[in-house]
């Protein structure tokens, strides 16, 4: 993936983890043990700095979900939103 130079500069000092510990909302948090896009020790990380964040790995799931990943994702989504907005 390419992308533009503004992208870059605005991004190269960016702390994502403060940015994220700062984050004041609940988080749902979805990773795929089989993403070989974005390391799992991102959003574990990521997790932990987050204060109010609920977080799954979604077994057999790559970087997007399909079948039975797709299934269990979507499951945490209804509870999480059931749970968390009152759906």
């Known amino acids: 993936m390419s992308v533009g130079g503004n992208y870059a500069r605005d991004i190269w000092d960016l702390d994502i983890y403060a940015e994220l510990a700062a984050y004041p909302g609940k ?3 979805l990773h795929g043990d089989r993403d070989y896009t974005v390391d799992l020790a991102w959003s574990e990380r990521a997790a932990e700095v ?6 799954h ?3 057999n799931g790559g970087h997007e979900f399909f079948g039975q990943p797709f299934e269990e ?3 945490y989504i209804l509870n999480y939103l059931t749970e968390n907005v009152g759906l």
């Open 27 to 29: 988080v749902l948090l």
């Open 50 to 55: 987050i204060p109010e964040c609920e977080f």
């Open 57 to 59: 790995v979604i077994s």
């Open 73 to 75: 994702a979507v499951s």
